[in-house]
């Protein structure tokens, strides 16, 4: 068996935080011992392949996706270790319990009884569209407003 480099023990643990794409980059800087990117929206992950976690590592999952080509869809997700939102501005969003339906097989958003789950999610996920400079995160955007993105002025 041919031996193991460092890298592979560190990074074939179980993860125990979220990372995302733009982590890389400011990670493999790092460990090559390169100038950090100015303005770059990852973190290194060198604390976690070290086996510690920041206290102010997030402790949820933001992902964008701008559409194919033909269709120009856009959505939007934020995920925490027991729930994950889905925006979807143009059709039904999506919500589910990962803890107890991990396979994501019903979605909870159109319920009643999961409503308070459903308003943190999306507080939860404009707070980080606004922090990526989103423009859905405009409550003035055709795109967010007409779409139930954020609560009518009755409700807050």
Same mark, same amino acid.
Do not use: C, Q
């Given at each position: 068996m041919p031996p193991q480099h460092r890298w592979y023990a560190e990074w074939s643990s179980t993860p125990t935080a979220f990372a995302n794409l733009v982590d890389l980059a400011p990670t493999l800087l790092e460990q090559a011992a390169a100038e950090p990117l100015s303005g770059a929206d990852g973190r290194s992950l060198a604390p976690?392949?070290?086996?510690?976690?920041?206290?102010?590592?997030?402790?949820?999952?933001?992902?964008?996706?701008?559409?194919?080509?033909?269709?120009?869809?856009?959505?939007?997700?934020?995920?925490?270790?027991?729930?994950?939102?889905?925006?979807?501005?143009?059709? =039904?969003? =999506?919500?589910?319990?990962?803890?107890s339906d991990p396979g994501e097989l019903h979605n909870l958003a159109a319920m009643v009884a999961y409503g308070h789950v459903l308003r943190r999610m999306k507080a939860r996920l404009v707070a980080r569209m606004r922090a990526t400079g989103d423009s859905l995160a405009s409550e003035n955007a055709w795109q967010a407003n007409s779409y139930d993105l954020f609560p009518s002025a009755r409700e807050r």
């Open positions: 976690l392949l070290a086996g510690s976690t920041p206290p102010d590592w997030p402790d949820d999952v933001f992902a964008e996706f701008h559409g194919y080509e033909s269709t120009l869809y856009s959505a939007r997700m934020i995920r925490t270790a027991d729930w994950k939102y889905v925006y979807n501005p143009a059709t =039904e969003d =999506e919500l589910y319990d990962l803890r």
